[in-house]
């Protein structure tokens, strides 16, 4: 009779720490989330030689994926974009925020308005499913 009942609570036990587990990874998945900037770059040179290599490092230091870096754009309705379009994936609406508010990037950011003029903004992603 023991027995049973040992194997009871551990089932039960088992059940419920495994529910605890379960929302506990739904309440942490966060959607990803995008950078988008348009970027019109003024100097080229000083720009690829003074404000990228910073700036890349803070984005790699901060979790951030580069998906698209100044490709060939097509504007398809509305207003064209900026000569320079730039996405970067990042792991969630925080991180971005975090590097966008790093002390690093405020500083690449510095050098870079001497070479170009940019619009930046985030997007939260769809949610994980």
């Known amino acids: 009779?023991?027995?049973?009942?040992t194997i009871l609570m551990a089932t039960i036990g088992g059940f419920a720490l495994?529910?605890?587990a379960v929302q506990a990874l739904h309440a942490q998945a966060k959607p990803m989330a995008y950078g988008i900037a348009e970027v019109t770059v003024t100097d080229k040179d000083a720009y690829a030689k003074e404000f990228l290599p910073a700036v890349q490092k803070?984005?790699?230091d901060s979790g951030g994926k580069f998906l698209v870096a100044g490709g060939k754009t097509v504007s398809q309705i509305?207003?064209?974009?900026?000569p320079r379009?730039?996405?970067i994936q990042w792991p969630n609406?925080?991180?971005s925020d975090a590097w966008w508010n790093a002390a690093a990037t405020k500083d690449a950011f510095k050098i870079g308005e001497k070479?170009?003029?940019f619009r930046n903004f985030a997007v939260e992603g769809l949610p994980p499913k």
């Open 1 to 5: 009779m023991k027995t049973k009942y």
């Open 18 to 20: 495994g529910a605890i």
């Open 58 to 60: 803070t984005i790699a």
């Open 78 to 82: 509305g207003m064209p974009p900026a």
């Open 85 to 87: 379009v730039v996405i």
């Open 93 to 95: 609406l925080d991180a």
């Open 115 to 117: 070479y170009a003029t």
